[in-house]
């Protein structure tokens, strides 16, 4: 079991070789595949590990999450310059 999990995690070969055109080629930045003739590879990676990482992530709902945040931190500066949040302040 610690073996299958090892080989789990063994990283892909980053160069494959298109035996058809004789050309060797990193798969992660030909979309998977060979840029000559199309050949995908078995197992070949698609793209770089921190673009996979990147694609995984909602971006737009991440963007909703920070704008949300901005929001009431500005709520929060405007509360305090007008005296919102320790009481009126009376000269
Ligand atoms: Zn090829």
Redesign the pocket.
Known sequence: MIARMLLARRPAPRAFF?E??E?SFDPRYTCGR?P??G?APAGAPAAPRWLELANRVDWELFGLFALADVLVVLGLIVAEAAGLLHGARRP
């Open positions: 298109c058809r055109d050309w060979c000559i003739c050949w």
